[in-house]
């Protein structure tokens, strides 16, 4: 009772918004636009921080709609973006004063040269209107994501409202989904687009819950306060992940585990480079000898965990990762022809084509475009962007990582440890996911990346701060 007491005007709001959005979905536009209009300029009015809570709580909750030209939008979050901008820029200019300071961190410095890249690439993309839309997006996404939300939400009580918010509203998507799928029957082959309206398929459902599921996690292993409601949320998050039968979902918790083991054995940042250039280097040593392996498995996925998660490694007849190889081989063969500057942001869909094989195409192969990108955060940045952008996306994950690994190893607070902690590891599951998926230019995951990493250079710039002060 004390949680929705405290929470209440928050919870309402965000109900009332979703309810708004349903009316929307459902065709009743006008008693939805003022039930919208009236709900976010009560939050508005209060403090900024309630709005970015209410952005973040309502981003599961979010539908989405087809605009005319065939663009798409997600409301209310995409809605609520362009507000807290709109509103951040006349608060700005009036005079709100917001520590920017931690901009000369070099997450932040990496962040900026990459949006730079990003608009030279966008001027000599093939598809040009695509390109600058996805950089506009992607600079809304860094300016109210990474640049506003730290500041905003300042101490420890509010910047785990990212992690905590943010699984708060995935109650309402995870029980219509499971609900769906209970109707369908649980399995794999019903689980590909149960979470519509919510989420588009079940790869970035099952990668949204991966990012916060460690957080809940941790206030459980540290014996927090209100131990029921995260014991609660954690256990409908684990839940709806095993339902979601996403493969990369699964190994990207499995990696963070790995990490979460290494941090409690306090694993140096030396011998993390140490593992990783082994790992990397007996990859690239070893190639031929593992892909010819995998090339000889057959286990098909199917709705027995243990064997849907080992179906990743065949490359026999598994379709899905068939195609997974056929995209990957586009990507590369599309940065092989332009290697520097790449085909420009968001381009992938639109030019992967001209660069199938027969010999690499499958079942699900298709010649429109309309089946996603390069299916590799990694692999989609090559190709769009070039060497350059793919480096600065690594620089990203280096630097973001070892910022975090350095703080956690810092005299800060436990409760400040705890939250690092939980942002690297739900970082950890994205990085790996990424070499699977493409997600990051969808709010709905877009908020906890770029969060993330704002939370990590605000929080190591105040740690630095007070370092000096102390000297």
Not at 78 to 101: A, Y
Not at 147 to 170: A, C, E, H, S
Not at 195 to 222: N, Q
């Amino acid at each position: 009772m004390d949680f929705i007491r405290n929470n209440g005007l928050l919870i309402t709001t965000a109900l009332l918004i979703t309810l708004a959005v349903l009316l929307i979905y459902f065709g009743y536009t006008e008693m939805a636009i003022g039930l919208l209009g009236i709900s976010t300029l009560f939050v508005a009015s209060r403090k900024l921080s309630n709005l970015v809570f209410l952005l973040i709580i309502t981003t599961p909750l979010s539908i989405y709609f087809l605009m005319p030209g065939g663009s798409r939008i997600t409301l209310p979050n995409e809605g609520l973006l362009l507000f807290i901008s709109g509103l951040f820029i006349l608060k700005t200019l009036s005079g709100l004063h917001l520590n920017l300071r931690y901009w000369k961190h070099p997450i932040s410095i990496i962040i900026l040269i990459d949006l730079f890249w990003s608009f030279i690439t966008c001027l000599s993309s093939e598809v040009l209107e695509v390109s600058i839309k996805r950089f506009i997006i992607k600079l809304l996404y860094v300016l109210v994501f990474f640049y506003l939300i730290p500041p905003v939400l300042k101490g420890i009580k509010n910047q785990k409202g990212l992690f905590y918010w943010y699984g708060i509203g995935m109650i309402i998507p995870i029980i219509y989904t499971t609900y769906n799928h209970i109707q369908l029957g649980i399995g794999y082959k019903t689980s590909f687009q149960i979470s519509l309206p919510f989420f588009d398929e079940h790869t970035i459902y099952g990668a949204c819950i991966a990012f916060v599921l460690p957080f809940f996690f941790l206030k459980i292993w540290t014996n927090s306060k209100n131990k029921l409601v995260y014991l609660f949320l954690f256990s409908i998050l684990i839940m709806a992940l095993f339902l979601s039968y996403s493969r990369a979902s699964w190994l990207s918790i499995i990696v963070a585990a790995v990490l979460f083991i290494a941090l409690q054995l306090k694993v140096s940042q030396k011998q993390f480079i140490l593992i990783f250039g082994i790992i990397a280097g007996g990859l690239f040593i070893n190639f031929n000898t593992v892909y010819q392996k995998l090339e000889t498995s057959n286990t098909k996925y199917n709705n027995e965990i243990s064997s849907h998660l080992v179906s990743v490694t065949n490359l026999q007849n598994d379709a899905s990762n068939l195609e997974r190889i056929n995209r990957w081989i586009c990507a590369y063969k599309m940065f092989k022809e332009r290697p520097l500057l790449g085909f420009g942001p968001g381009s992938y869909q639109f030019i992967y084509d001209r660069f199938q094989s027969p010999q690499y195409m499958t079942r699900i192969s298709t010649h429109h475009g309309n089946k996603g990108n390069a299916h590799s955060e990694y692999l989609t940045v090559l190709s769009e962007s070039g060497i350059l952008g793919l480096l600065l996306f690594i620089s990203l994950i280096m630097c973001s990582f070892f910022t975090a690994v350095k703080l956690i190893y810092s005299n800060i607070s436990k409760k400040q440890k705890l939250l690092i902690t939980a942002t690297l590891l739900g970082l950890v599951t994205f990085y790996a996911h990424g070499i699977f998926n493409s997600f990051i230019d969808s709010s709905k995951i877009s908020i906890l990346v770029y969060g993330s990493l704002g939370l990590i250079a605000s929080m190591s710039f105040e740690n630095n701060t007070e370092d000096k002060k102390q000297n």
